[in-house]
């Protein structure tokens, strides 16, 4: 089971970082996903990890903005968030996928097999 937390309300230009959790177990030999859903749009791609290879992949629209990250016991996830705007609002889910995804193939929400309970992001102007 996975459980995302970290969300809040913060002002444009600030930071959050978001946690995944694996409840009971680890993600090691996963791919980690997180995604997005803004009211009345469609889910999209955030960013990825690889726990096998280490891969790590972007959305563009967040590349150079946020950070995915593991802990060294592989039981977390994090994205760190920085410089935030007002189009980073939504809801974040995890979820997982195989390791070896590629840098195309992460942005298909279809891929994945487990989601955990998203966490609410909110930017303000």
């Known amino acids: 089971q996975l459980q995302a937390s970290g969300g809040g309300l913060v002002q444009a230009g600030g930071s959050l970082r978001l946690a995944c959790a694996a409840s009971?177990?680890?993600?090691?030999?996963?791919?980690i996903g997180w995604f997005r859903q803004a009211p009345r749009k469609e889910r999209e791609g955030v960013s990825f990890?690889?726990?096998?290879?280490?891969?790590?992949y972007y959305a563009n629209s967040v590349r150079g903005r946020f950070t995915i990250s593991t802990d060294e016991d592989k039981t977390m996830v994090y994205l760190q968030m920085n410089s935030l705007k007002p189009e980073d609002t939504g809801v974040y889910y995890c979820?997982?996928?195989?390791?070896?995804?590629?840098?195309?193939?992460?942005?298909?929400?279809?891929?994945?097999?487990?989601w955990g309970r998203g966490t609410l992001v909110t930017v303000s102007s």
């Open positions: 009971g177990g680890t993600f090691d030999y996963y791919g």
């Open positions: 990890i690889s726990t096998t290879s280490g891969a790590t």
């Open positions: 979820a997982t996928n195989s390791p070896y995804v590629d840098n195309t193939g992460w942005l298909n929400p279809l891929g994945y097999d487990r």
